[in-house]
T-cell receptor, first 117, second 115 residues
Framework: DTEVTQTPKHLVMGMTNKKSLKCEQHMGHRAMYWYKQKAKKPPELMFV???????INESVPSRFSPECPNSSLLNLHLHALQPEDSALYLC????????????????FGPGTRLTVL | GENVEQHPSTLSVQEGDSAVIKCTYSDSASNYFPWYKQELGKRPQLIID?????GEKKDQRIAVTLNKTAKHFSLHITETQPEDSAVYFC??????????????FGKGTKLSVIP
């Protein structure tokens, strides 16, 4: 398996809902990332997990809560979101955590299109 | 932290012509520069990358050049085809200051290839 998968593809939620986004890779990559992408903008880094430990949190509000249960899975738990959080949420993985080597390609999943009503 | 500037923001070319997209970066310690292509509604796809120990890399119709002294790198697409139409992002991997490296993206170039 040579790709990153994400579920669901689309998600519509109200501001009081709790939902989770899931990301999976079976390439043996040890670094996984969450990005947020608004329309016509570049991906914006949210979180980095290296060897299943959170290594970067780019000042993301606490209504976004990441979790890395094992080396293949990455979740993003959502609670009390705002309409401005509507965006494409992209997961990515790379073979080595960036801190160990700056030479590593990041591969993106297809994303989850999130709409907050 | 790293800052990446990308130009132009939009580019229209006739099919068969060449397209060039340019990026500059600020952190002289950055040493990995990927280019991503993103079609509407799809994921960013890595199309080519270059590491700081080389000046140029080619893959069929796509080439990337890097000038470390001037801190700029460029994407060249020759013999453009309609399916090259997409948004292209350059990126630089630099030290985040949080104890790790991370990718910083340019703002993107929307390339339109006119048949």
């Amino acid at each position: 398996d040579t790709e990153v998968t994400q579920t669901p593809k689309h998600l519509v939620m109200g501001m009081t809902n709790k939902k989770s986004l899931k990301c999976e890779q079976h390439m043996g990559h040890r670094a996984m990332y969450w990005y947020k992408q608004k329309a016509k903008k570049p991906p914006e880094l949210m979180f980095v997990y290296s060897y299943e430990k959170l290594s970067i949190n780019e000042s993301v509000p606490s209504r976004f809560s990441p979790e890395c249960p094992n080396s293949s899975l990455l979740n993003l738990h959502l609670h009390a979101l705002q309409p401005e959080d509507s965006a494409l949420y992209l997961c990515a993985s790379s073979s080595k955590p960036s801190g160990r080597s700056s030479y590593n390609e990041q591969f993106f999943g297809p994303g989850t299109r999130l709409t907050v009503l | 932290g790293e800052n990446v500037e990308q130009h132009p923001s939009t580019l229209s070319v006739q099919e068969g012509d060449s397209a060039v997209i340019k990026c500059t970066y600020s952190d002289s310690a950055s040493n990995y520069f990927p280019w991503y292509k993103q079609e509407l509604g799809k994921r960013p796809q890595l199309i080519i990358d270059i590491r700081s120990n080389v000046g140029e890399k080619k893959d069929q119709r796509i080439a990337v050049t890097l000038n470390k002294t001037a801190k700029h790198f460029s994407l060249h697409i020759t013999e453009t085809q309609p399916e090259d139409s997409a948004v292209y992002f350059c990126a630089a991997m630099g030290f985040s200051g949080a104890g790790s490296y991370q990718l910083t993206f340019g703002k993107g170039t929307k390339l339109s290839v006119i048949p």
